[in-house]
């Protein structure tokens, strides 16, 4: 599976971006999708998860009522709607597509994009 990660850019602290992944290579929808990130100088973090149909989403406390993941499997492509950006959240987001083992942890995943930056200014 290839993933390619776009939507990246720069916002101000309250500010809005959407990131996109588009996979190809294999069936995507039967595939649990991910994102992660990576602040500097600190571990990739989960950030939120879907599973293959959409049904069910999970996500990370730190943005929890603010960050939306959702798919669309006609286009294979994953979204992340983030909103109330916060200087915290800035970092390069990654996304993944798993083998459903866990949604949460880096090991669940089988196969990573390369990696959006985000940067929240306040």
């Known amino acids: 599976v290839q993933l390619q990660a776009s939507g990246g850019g720069s916002v101000q602290a309250g500010g809005s971006l959407r990131l996109s992944c588009v996979a190809s290579g294999r069936t995507f929808s039967n595939l649990p999708m991910g994102w992660f990130r990576q602040a500097p100088g600190k571990e990739r973090e989960f950030v939120a998860a879907?599973?293959?149909?959409?049904?069910?989403?999970y996500y990370a406390d730190s943005v929890k009522g603010r960050f939306t993941i959702s798919r669309d499997n006609a286009k294979n492509t994953v979204y992340l709607q983030m909103n109330s950006l916060q200087p915290e959240d800035t970092a390069v987001y990654y996304c993944a597509a798993g083998s459903g083992n866990s949604y949460f942890t880096r090991e669940g995943y089988d196969y990573w994009g390369q990696g959006t930056l985000v940067t929240v200014s306040s």
């Open positions: 879907i599973n293959w149909s959409g049904g069910s989403t």
